[in-house]
């Protein structure tokens, strides 16, 4: 197995698309929203022996559970479209099988079962250590030779993984700011992620664990029952949010991870734009796997650019002039970033 590529970035920006992309090939093994789906809880500090390993990616992650609970999955949800033996009334879905095995495999339970099975006969080791050994698990299963893992709204992550797997490579997936804030204002789960970021902001913490029963009394009664194991929908769905909240998330999360790649060696980095893969898919899918060290097989080459979908190319020109000339202003600094 060779090391790790993680590509991260703001989401809604053609990544989902690439994993895809990347599981067509034979040599790949695509961790679709691996860490998206673990978290935090799966990178504890020391050692841990294998069983505390499987349940710190086996339990289902708190905040996909609670928007389920409440009716609004998200469209990257692949478990709930043909759903198994976990439920979220009942048993809750395991971390694992919501988005990272149904896009391996058609029995993500039996899956599961496999990799549990194994998982919890590790020796202890450190958390990274872990995952090196799950990746490496899933490779031989699959036969591939190469793990590529893609998040959305990755950006955070980057210095954590960086950490964990020094010798891993990185590529920054980025897309059009106007037009990839106008689809994070209209996906459900960028909607929630600008309402828990101005709860954080009217509490004035910088994370949920430094939320007191006082700030929370003292949040607007729209925006407290988010904070709830169960929350009515239409506070995601129906808020207004303005245009320019999410022009100014791209532009802070594409600033942020252009500069993390400017700290990383030249061999372990690498920048790719949705927009220069939708029109020289074949010349940057190259590059792609180059840069994470497999063949770019022509029969990969043309499902690849099959699976690219161009409708969504310029939706923010859509916008009412002013409106659109107001978000561009929001996405300016990250503009400037990458052209930087």
């Known amino acids: ?64 559970e609670r928007m389920l609970r409440s009716g609004v999955p998200l469209p990257e ?21 919501l988005m990272v095995l149904p896009h391996l495999t058609d029995d993500p339970d039996g899956l599961l079962d496999a990799l549990g099975a194994a998982v919890v006969r590790w020796p202890e080791r ?73 709860i954080k902001s009217r509490a004035g913490v910088g994370s949920f664990a430094e939320l007191t029963p006082e700030h929370v009394r003292a949040l607007p009664p729209d925006l407290a029952p988010l904070l709830d194991d169960r929350f009515d929908p239409a506070l995601v769905r129906d808020r207004h949010i303005p245009l320019r909240v999410f022009g100014a998330l791209w532009s802070e999360l594409v600033t942020e991870g252009t500069e993390f790649l400017t700290r990383l060696p030249a061999d372990r980095r690498a920048a790719l734009s949705y927009e220069s893969l939708l029109d020289h898919p074949a010349e940057e899918l190259t590059r792609l796997a180059e840069f994470i060290g497999v063949d770019p097989l022509p029969r990969w080459l043309r499902t690849g650019a099959a699976l690219l979908d161009h409708s969504r190319r310029g939706s923010a020109r859509g916008l009412p002039a002013a409106e659109l000339a107001r978000l561009r202003d929001d996405c300016a600094p990250g503009t400037r970033a990458l052209k930087g």
């Open 126 to 198: 450190t958390a990274a250590e872990h995952h090196r050994a799950l990746f490496g698990l899933l490779c031989a299963r699959f036969g591939r030779t190469a793990v590529v893992e893609r998040s959305g709204y990755s950006t955070g992550w980057a210095p954590r993984l960086r950490e964990a797997f020094p010798d891993a490579g990185f590529v920054h997936l980025f897309r059009d700011g106007p037009d990839c804030a106008l689809s994070m204002s209209r996906h459900p789960g960028y909607r929630a992620i600008s309402l828990l970021r101005e």
């Open 77 to 97: 949800f692949l478990y709930t479209r043909r759903p198994g033996r976990y439920a979220t009334g009942t048993t809750g879905i395991p971390a694992l099988s």
């Open 1 to 64: 197995m060779r090391s790790p590529t993680f590509v991260f970035g703001t989401g809604r920006s053609g990544s989902t698309a690439l994993s895809r992309i990347l599981n067509a090939h034979p040599d790949v093994l695509s961790l679709n929203e691996y860490m998206a789906s673990v978290g935090d809880a799966a990178f504890p500090s020391g050692e841990l022996g294998g069983e505390e390993f499987w349940q710190a990616i086996f339990r289902p992650a708190p905040h996909f």
